[in-house]
């Protein structure tokens, strides 16, 4: 046999492997697909929990595009009015911040119990990797719904962002240094933050995006399906339960209790309650950036150690562990679990200090320094 036959034969297989098609049919995903029971099944709750979130997202961002104009004269007035004036506008806007607050978080909190669990292990590897891309893709998500209200926090922290994706090209060689310039007026859309800066973010939070999450969400959830929950433990579990019905309907039931947490919150609490500046400003061209502005607190663990450490170093910090999410499964191929729950605890710990305490850390440093 050729090397050509036998290179096909391997890429066959892989994909047979990876997708395996025969199985897509009744009688095993839902007659016969059971779910381990042991001491991290909870952890099996959290990708659904994350679906319900992202589906709570796209229909509230539905109602919302009803009012919202997407144009630098009347994108703020339109948030006001929602906010004000519309029947139940405030109660579904702020069922929509929330909810991607609780997205984020169960998506993290997804990611690292997977890994813990090996869940990437052969052949689950593309598993993964679509979840990978769907967690970068949730913070772009993030990224480009910030600047839509279009008040003066969101489009200064918008500039700020910006100007760190054109900082970079100074680190680079050659003509890899002008990249950056040309990729932020790409997402600029021209020489300053302004009406196609707008657009752009516009297109690309509402109906490019969600394209992209559409289709690999598809794939993501079809292969799970094929390949079943992943055994998550060293031992075999002793004791399993059948998918349907039983954990269907606790999945349900997670469900029916996060809508009636997030229920309150938008009732209750407004989400830019937690903010100590006045978000609903108007943005100014000509007015002073405000001070002590932040992004979003699931951007605090780039964002604290922009403010601490060098640029260049953060910068590689950041394509080192983007690098490394998507290759997790074959860099951590031999690892053990108990290892990887070493890590995953690690992780945590990183992002718990960095979220909550790094403002704390960040004035002790400027205390010493001055």
Known sequence: MSDKKKGLKRLVEFMY????????????????KEVPVHRM??????????LFFF???????IFLLFYYQPTVSDAHASIEYITKYVNNGFFIRNLHTWSSSCMILCLVVHAITTFA???????REMIWVGGAAMLILTFAFGFTGYLL????IAVNATKVMLQSIEESGHYLPGFLSGVPHYMRELIQGGSVVGQATLSRFFALHVVILPLIVFGILAMHLLSVQLHGMSQGVDTLPKKTEKFFPFFILKDLIVWGVAFLGIFILAVCVPFESFYAFPLFQAYNALGATPEGIKPEWYFYFTYYPLELLPFWLVMIGMIVTGTVLLLTPWIFKNTSRRMLTIIAWAITAYLVITTLFGNVILELVKGVKS
Do not use: C
């Not at 099944?41 to 994350?50: E, I, N, P, V």
């Not at 209200?149 to 003066?152: D, F, L, M, R, Y």
């Open 17 to 32: 492997d990876r997708l395996p098609m025969h199985k897509f049919n009744f009688e095993h995903i839902v007659l016969e």
């Open 41 to 50: 099944s909870w952890a099996y709750y959290l990708g659904g929990l994350t």
């Open 55 to 61: 589906m709570v997202q796209v229909v509230t961002g």
């Open 117 to 123: 669990m090996k869940a990437f292990a052969p052949p």
């Open 149 to 152: 209200p279009w008040h003066q």
